[in-house]
């Protein structure tokens, strides 16, 4: 009799521990989702080469603003530095990021997401009591002239608030890399808009060789300024 009562109390405290992990994982996601349709209207992007000590050698630093358009979202550069060297938009570190479609796809890291199981992990983030998830996920990506489909494979943890749910950090990582990286470690920090979670800085550190060459660099993107897309937004996935 006590060991059935035994069992019934371990099996209550275990259910228990499961609603609360489930529950603090779809709070973050729907805070997430709710945050589907904002753009960042100001991006700062900070690229630091290091030297083979670890030290900075060259810093470079680009300023975008994004703006509403009746078909989509159109960006500007605003100003660039690399060292003492004033940047334009035909620079081959701004160009990119001129092309790039800023457009919210309707897509969250949720959708690639397919197992996570809470730690036993709690950190204070700025000042916020959080969390640890532990999760890995798949995504297809077309590759070639062909479009033919391969598979990436991501795991990462995801840090929320305890009491709220809110998402605060996410480390991720993904196999295999785009060429021509080597490594890197992926930090992404959210901020909370009126119960809407948007990501308000990205931080990556990289190695990536090209040919005889390996070059370690650090990244810092800020987003900030965010508004909303009102247009139709179509996520792929569904």
């Known amino acids: ?32 989702e709710n945050g589907i349709n904002l753009v960042p209207g100001k991006i700062i992007e900070t690229t630091i080469m290091l030297n083979k000590k670890g030290k900075e050698k060259m810093r470079t630093e680009t300023i975008l603003k994004t703006h509403k358009e009746d078909d989509g979202v159109s960006v500007s550069f605003i100003e660039g530095i690399r060292g003492d060297e004033k940047l334009t938009e035909e620079d081959k570190q701004v160009k990119p990021n001129l092309e790039k479609d800023y457009k919210p796809t309707g897509e969250t890291f949720f959708d ?49 608030e305890k009491s709220t749910g809110v998402p605060v950090m996410r480390e991720v990582s993904i196999d295999p890399l785009p060429k021509p990286l080597k490594e890197m470690k992926m930090k992404i920090y959210y901020t909370n808009i009126d119960n809407c979670c948007t ?40």
Request: net charge positive.
């Open 1 to 32: 009799m006590k060991k059935t009562a035994l069992i019934l109390i371990i099996g209550m405290i275990i259910g228990n521990l499961t609603a609360t992990e489930n529950e603090l994982w779809f709070k973050a996601q729907k805070f997430i």
């Open 112 to 160: 690639n997401v397919t197992s996570y199981q809470l730690t036993s992990e709690e950190v204070i983030i700025d000042d916020k009591n959080c969390v640890v998830f532990e999760y890995t996920g798949e995504k297809i990506r077309l590759e070639g002239k062909k479009k033919k489909e391969k598979k990436t494979f991501i795991t990462g943890k995801l840090w929320i």
């Open 199 to 238: 990501e308000s800085r990205a931080e990556a550190e990289m190695l990536i060789s090209l040919l005889v060459m390996k070059i370690r660099m650090n990244s810092i993107t800020a987003y900030s300024e965010h508004w909303r897309y009102n247009g139709k937004i179509e996520n792929v996935l569904h």
